[in-house]
Structure formats: structure tokens, C-alpha cells
Nanobody, 120 residues
């Protein structure tokens, strides 16, 4: 069973920053495009950022210019640096391998996610 372990979420004021981390099995990092998804209650998970094996990146319009995805293949870890946070960024954030070009997740097994709450 694939396991993803996300961390780094929390409560932050609008305009603040957070850095999320996700560790996954090494076999995944050596093969797949990786991505960060987010989900709010009652809505489907949405892909917000993805990164290829050679670190090319792509972002949803809603986070472009504010979020930065990166990966450390030696540590089997993908990061999401989130700056200039807005209340609408409030969600549970998850990582997974990304099925290109559609953006859907490769694995049906998800980690516990990490809650990000942006509020004053």
C-alpha cells in the first residue's frame, strides 16, 4: 500500500506563509510526477501544483505566483512553500503522484493530509 505522510500545516493569518512537506516511498519519487492537492468540505480534491522528475513545475491559476513546489529525490520528499496566503487557501492539503496530462492522482490511497487554516 502506498503511503504518503504530509506535515507542516497550521493556522496562519492572511498574508502569512507555511511550508508543507510530504514523504513517500522511494519507488514513487524515482518514477512519477508529484503533486499537491487540496480539498475543502463538500468539494473534490483539486491539484494545485505539480513537479516533474527534472523539477519542471506547473500551478493552478489560483496559487500561481504565491506557491512554490519543490522536490528532494534523495529524501523522497516534496515541498509546498505557500506565501501570501488567503482565506480561500484554507483546506486539507495532500500529496500524491500525478497522472499526466489529466492531473488526476495515480494512487487511490491517500495520506492523512495536513490542515491549513488561513484566518485572522
Amino acid at each position: 500500500q502506498v503511503q504518503f505522510v504530509e506535515s507542516g500545516g497550521g493556522l496562519v493569518q492572511p498574508g502569512g506563509s507555511l511550508r508543507l512537506s510530504c514523504v513517500a516511498a522511494g519507488s514513487i519519487f524515482s518514477v512519477y510526477v508529484m503533486g499537491w492537492y487540496r480539498q475543502v468540505p463538500g468539494k473534490q480534491r483539486q491539484l494545485v501544483a505539480r513537479i516533474t522528475l527534472n523539477s519542471s513545475t506547473n500551478y493552478a491559476d489560483s496559487v500561481k505566483g504565491r506557491f512554490t513546489i519543490s522536490r528532494d529525490n534523495a529524501k523522497n520528499t516534496v515541498y509546498l512553500q505557500m506565501d501570501s496566503l488567503k482565506p480561500e487557501d484554507t483546506a486539507v492539503y495532500y500529496c500524491n503522484a500525478v497522472r499526466v496530462p489529466w492531473g488526476s492522482a495515480v494512487f487511490g490511497s491517500w495520506g492523512q493530509g495536513t490542515q491549513v487554516t488561513v484566518s485572522s
